[in-house]
């Protein structure tokens, strides 16, 4: 018998996901993450829970983990101390940035600091034209430049050379050299991290990348050590921003490319728990402890852009195209100093945590709001242990908010999920209504800890009339790394017209790719088949901003040709209008390399308990209700209800609301919809 574990660490609880791969879903623990060494829970919850199964370690096929450690590192600025090699006069690219500023019309906000300070930003001699072509050889005061960052004590070191997207020679050279004078400093080289055009966010994403390599390896050497101690024998494999596994050899080398790993894995884990229930057009509603994270996907696939920004430096790589805003569960409720309530972007994270959870945490948090408003009670302990002082919060409620405002606790505490409304609304409509799509025609599918909370309000205040929840909403991040492919992608520069003149440099291009995918290949072990999706990215002649479109087959006259024309249909949709008239231009080629993973188990579950409910009140809608109470575990298919209820389950609580229904479908999804 073959088992798989799937792990994803947020800022607030750490979840594992135990699966037979022959009877489906098993078991599912939550414990509280720990910041200073995140493996330490991971390795507790995973062999804890393998040991209340009685699953023999050597019987695990498969660990798949989802991470925040990168993402973490840049937040909150632990990242390592770096240091750049650049060419002469390019070494405040970072801090020109495009000349980008965060509000465009106000001077006053500061831009990010550069993640490589100027003083270890160290300039040398050598150059390459547009086409890769040598203007003068690498190397005039490389030497005396090694040396100036030895002297600086980096803990890594980035390379960032003038067009190395065209040739990456010399920033291989520049490596060789650091490397003999610097053993053990990691050296990152642009041409490897993305070697693609546009200087400023090469850099950007080449030096943050450096930043997290000794972050990462230490992380991921400590974790891998600690699963393979305990006798656990495929290695660890890390979920990708893109969604797909990598090997820790990868990910430690290119940490940047996890900088979406948790948000990714629950899009996947939304997907496929979708997808059993028939349903492919959805609007996924992650919410945790410290962010919400919502995707919009059409057809069960998962979007995929190639710019994100975090933290307000530009990351480029393939991403799951997801929309992030500061508001979840441990988001700190706050007056400011005209009076308006906020909520977040501050967290109380997993310590101190929220008032209710009893461990030091003073300042009044979502799940505080959620406690006094009776959603979350005493009687049922979050992740199966963890019993909530309403008390305790609605002292902090008052005191924090309700005295600021002139309010009552219950007041204050509705005020802030009002306002968490408003926040949760703009994220939808910012991947829905802001890109010319209809909220109204999706399935909303929330989870994380709070998802579920507070769907059913975030619903009806958008006009969608059905909401998926799935059966362990709680930990569908890590039940997304267990469904997750091996996946590699892989993009050039490559500017060209998209007609037969330039084929031969599309040919070229993609021969590169495929170079480095049996590279990748080779790296990741892979041996099973795999499938290549091949994309070139067209625009306008004259414009500067390009659209992906896919290339069917092998790069040959006919397959650009309809790339061509699935432009102008792709633009015409984007913008309102096309211009088949005007020369199209390639300005990139990507393809993306995959390891089909065996996903076909069930996920049966056989009932436990008494289906009978309690009754308490919540307050909803400004006044307190009598709401039955239910415990999902004990729910049969077909079983129905209507709102308004609270179904809680160890890792999550739902809501239904008044004039809404909630059933329990064939696959044991949780649907809520409009009374008709």
Same mark, same amino acid.
């Given at each position: 018998?073959?088992?798989?574990?799937?792990?994803?660490?947020?800022?607030?609880?750490?979840?594992?996901?135990?699966?037979?791969?022959?009877?489906?879903?098993?078991?599912?623990?939550?414990?509280?993450?720990?910041?200073?060494?995140?493996?330490?829970?991971?390795?507790?919850?995973?062999?804890?829970?393998?040991?209340?199964?009685?699953?023999?370690?050597?019987?695990?096929?498969?660990?798949?983990?989802?991470?925040?450690?990168?993402?973490?590192?840049? =937040?909150?600025?632990?990242?390592?101390?770096?240091?750049?090699?650049?060419?002469?006069?390019?070494?405040?690219?970072?801090?020109?940035?495009?000349?980008?500023?965060?509000?465009?019309?106000?001077?006053?906000? $500061?831009?990010?600091?550069?993640?490589?300070?100027?003083?270890?930003?160290?300039?040398?001699? *050598?150059?390459?034209?547009?086409?890769?072509?040598?203007?003068?050889?690498?190397?005039?005061?490389?030497?005396?430049?090694?040396?100036?960052?030895?002297?600086?004590?980096?803990?890594?070191?980035?390379?960032?050379?003038?067009?190395?997207?065209?040739?990456?020679?010399?920033?291989?050279?520049?490596?060789?050299?650091?490397?003999?004078?610097?053993?053990?400093?990691?050296?990152?080289?642009?041409?490897?991290?993305?070697?693609?055009?546009?200087?400023?966010?090469?850099?950007?994403?080449?030096?943050?990348?450096?930043?997290?390599?000794?972050?990462?390896?230490?992380?991921?050497?400590?974790?891998?050590?600690?699963?393979?101690?305990?006798?656990?024998?495929?290695?660890?494999?890390?979920?990708?921003?893109?969604?797909?596994?990598?090997?820790?050899?990868?990910?430690?080398?290119?940490?940047?490319?996890?900088?979406?790993?948790?948000?990714?894995?629950?899009?996947?884990?939304?997907?496929?728990?979708?997808?059993?229930?028939?349903?492919?057009?959805?609007?996924?509603?992650?919410?945790?402890?410290?962010?919400?994270?919502?995707?919009?996907?059409?057809?069960?696939?998962?979007?995929?852009?190639?710019?994100?920004?975090?933290?307000?430096?530009?990351?480029?790589?393939?991403?799951?195209?997801?929309?992030?805003?500061?508001?979840?569960?441990?988001?700190?409720?706050?007056?400011?100093?005209?009076?308006?309530?906020?909520?977040?972007?501050?967290?109380?994270?997993?310590?101190?945590?929220?008032?209710?959870?009893?461990?030091?945490?003073?300042?009044?948090?979502?799940?505080?709001?959620?406690?006094?408003?009776?959603?979350?009670?005493?009687?049922? $302990?979050?992740?199966?242990?963890?019993?909530?002082?309403?008390?305790?919060?609605?002292?902090?409620?008052?005191?924090?908010?309700?005295?600021?405002?002139?309010?009552?606790?219950?007041?204050?505490?509705?005020?802030?999920?009002?306002?968490?409304?408003?926040?949760?609304?703009?994220?939808?409509?910012?991947?829905?209504?802001?890109?010319?799509?209809?909220?109204?025609?999706?399935?909303?599918? $929330?989870?994380?800890?709070?998802?579920?909370?507070?769907?059913?309000? =975030?619903?009806?205040?958008?006009?969608?009339?059905?909401?998926?929840?799935?059966?362990?909403?709680?930990?569908?991040?890590?039940?997304?790394?267990?469904?997750?492919?091996?996946?590699?992608?892989?993009?050039?520069?490559?500017?060209?017209?998209?007609?037969?003149?330039?084929?031969?440099?599309?040919?070229?291009?993609?021969?590169?790719?495929?170079?480095?995918?049996?590279?990748?290949?080779?790296?990741?072990?892979?041996?099973?088949?795999?499938?290549?999706?091949?994309?070139?990215?067209?625009?306008?002649?004259?414009?500067?901003?390009?659209?992906?479109?896919?290339?069917? *087959?092998?790069?040959?006259?006919?397959? =650009?040709?309809?790339?061509?024309?699935?432009?102008?249909?792709?633009?015409?949709?984007?913008?309102?209008?096309?211009?088949?008239?005007?020369?199209?231009?390639?300005?990139?080629?990507?393809?993306?390399?995959?390891?089909?993973?065996?996903?076909?188990?069930?996920?049966?579950?056989? $009932?436990?308990?008494?289906?009978?409910?309690?009754?308490?009140?919540?307050?909803?809608?400004?006044?307190?209700?009598?709401?039955?109470?239910?415990?999902?575990?004990?729910?049969?298919?077909?079983?129905?209800?209507?709102?308004?209820?609270?179904?809680?389950?160890?890792?999550?609580?739902?809501?239904?609301?008044?004039?809404?229904?909630?059933?329990?479908?064939?696959?044991?999804?949780?649907?809520?919809?409009?009374?008709?």
């Amino acid at each position: 018998m073959a088992w798989r574990v799937g792990v994803d660490t947020g800022g607030t609880f750490t979840d594992v996901a135990l699966v037979d791969e022959r009877r489906g879903l098993v078991a599912v623990r939550k414990l509280p993450s720990s910041k200073e060494d995140p493996s330490a829970a991971i390795l507790s919850g995973v062999l804890g829970l393998l040991a209340d199964h009685g699953v023999k370690h050597e019987a695990v096929s498969r660990f798949s983990h989802g991470t925040t450690v990168a993402v973490n590192a840049v =937040l909150e600025g632990t990242a390592a101390r770096a240091g750049m090699l650049t060419t002469t006069g390019f070494r405040d690219v970072l801090e020109l940035a495009r000349q980008r500023r965060p509000h465009l019309y106000d001077m006053s906000v $500061p831009k990010p600091e550069p993640v490589v300070p100027r003083e270890l930003r160290v300039e040398i001699g *050598g150059r390459l034209d547009a086409d890769g072509g040598v203007v003068a050889p690498v190397g005039a005061g490389l030497d005396a430049a090694i040396a100036a960052l030895a002297d600086a004590e980096v803990d890594a070191v980035a390379v960032c050379l003038l067009h190395s997207y065209a040739d990456g020679a010399h920033e291989e050279e520049v490596r060789r050299r650091v490397q003999r004078a610097l053993p053990g400093v990691p050296v990152s080289i642009s041409s490897e991290v993305h070697p693609e055009y546009r200087e400023y966010e090469r850099f950007s994403t080449t030096a943050v990348n450096a930043s997290l390599v000794p972050v990462m390896r230490r992380y991921l050497g400590r974790l891998s050590d600690g699963v393979a101690a305990a006798g656990i024998a495929p290695p660890v494999r890390v979920v990708q921003s893109n969604g797909g596994l990598a090997s820790t050899a990868t990910t430690g080398a290119l940490p940047v490319s996890t900088l979406f790993s948790g948000p990714s894995a629950g899009v996947l884990g939304a997907v496929k728990v979708a997808a059993e229930a028939g349903v492919g057009d959805i609007i996924t509603f992650d919410m945790g402890g410290t962010s919400t994270d919502v995707c919009l996907v059409r057809d069960g696939r998962v979007p995929i852009v190639h710019e994100r920004e975090m933290d307000g430096r530009p990351i480029m790589g393939a991403m799951v195209d997801v929309v992030s805003v500061g508001s979840g569960g441990g988001s700190i409720a706050w007056v400011d100093d005209g009076g308006l309530l906020k909520v977040g972007p501050h967290s109380a994270g997993a310590v101190p945590g929220p008032v209710a959870y009893g461990r030091g945490g003073a300042r009044p948090t979502v799940t505080d709001a959620d406690c006094v408003l009776g959603y979350l009670h005493p009687d049922a $302990p979050l992740a199966g242990t963890l019993r909530v002082d309403t008390d305790a919060a609605a002292r902090q409620v008052a005191a924090h908010v309700g005295e600021r405002l002139g309010l009552d606790a219950v007041a204050a505490a509705d005020g802030v999920l009002r306002v968490l409304q408003a926040d949760l609304v703009g994220a939808v409509r910012a991947v829905s209504v802001a890109r010319g799509t209809d909220p109204r025609d999706f399935t909303l599918v $929330p989870y994380g800890g709070a998802g579920p909370l507070h769907a059913a309000a =975030l619903a009806r205040e958008l006009g969608i009339r059905r909401v998926l929840v799935p059966p362990t909403p709680g930990i569908l991040c890590a039940y997304g790394a267990l469904s997750a492919d091996v996946r590699g992608d892989f993009g050039a520069t490559c500017a060209a017209e998209a007609t037969e003149a330039g084929l031969a440099d599309v040919v070229a291009a993609f021969q590169r790719l495929d170079n480095r995918c049996t590279e990748w290949a080779r790296v990741e072990s892979v041996t099973d088949a795999v499938r290549t999706e091949r994309h070139v990215e067209l625009h306008y002649a004259n414009q500067s901003h390009a659209l992906a479109v896919p290339l069917d *087959g092998e790069p040959d006259a006919e397959s =650009l040709r309809r790339a061509v024309d699935g432009f102008h249909r792709l633009y015409e949709e984007r913008y309102g209008y096309a211009l088949p008239g005007e020369p199209v231009r390639v300005a990139a080629v990507r393809l993306t390399a995959i390891a089909p993973s065996e996903r076909s188990w069930s996920s049966e579950r056989v $009932p436990e308990g008494d289906p009978s409910p309690t009754v308490r009140d919540v307050f909803i809608d400004g006044a307190w209700t009598p709401a039955e109470v239910y415990r999902r575990e004990a729910l049969p298919p077909g079983w129905s209800c209507a709102g308004p209820a609270i179904v809680g389950q160890m890792d999550a609580t739902t809501v239904v609301l008044p004039r809404q229904t909630a059933r329990i479908d064939a696959v044991s999804n949780l649907i809520i919809e409009e009374a008709q």
